[in-house]
Nanobody
Framework: QVQLVESGGGLVQPGGSLRLSCAAS????????MRWYRQAPGKERELVAT????????NYADSVKGRFTISRDNVKNTVYLQMNSLKIEDTAVYYC???????WGQGTQVTVSS
């Protein structure tokens, strides 16, 4: 059974930082590129960051480039999203997903507010 469990969200002030984690199980994690998505209220889900299966290649949405860093640990079957210099517009539910798979986790809420 495939499981994706996101954690690390919370309430943070503008300019603050959070580190999200996504623990994966039920599939061969190291064979898949991984992605972080987010969905803000009333908006479509958007792709935030992608990391290749080995971790050697990453890509970011323009809106987070230079502020967010995606990484992974193929021993722990976990993908991370380090978020710095957070802005109010980063408020959303954040989800991880394996590329080419249809499984989604429950997401973790990130709220940026003063």
């Amino acid at each position: 059974q495939v499981q994706l469990v996101e954690s690390g969200g919370g309430l943070v002030q503008p300019g603050g930082s959070l580190r999200l984690s996504c623990a994966a199980s039920g599939f061969t994690f190291s064979r898949y590129a991984m992605r972080w998505y987010r969905q803000a209220p009333g908006k479509e889900r958007e792709l935030v960051a992608t990391i290749s299966s080995t971790g050697g290649s990453t890509n970011y949405a323009d809106s987070v480039k230079g502020r967010f860093t995606i990484s992974r640990d193929n021993v722990k079957n976990t993908v991370y999203l380090q978020m710095n210099s957070l802005k109010i517009e980063d408020t959303a539910v954040y989800y991880c997903k394996a590329e080419r798979r249809d499984d989604w986790g429950q997401g973790t809420q990130v709220t940026v507010s003063s």
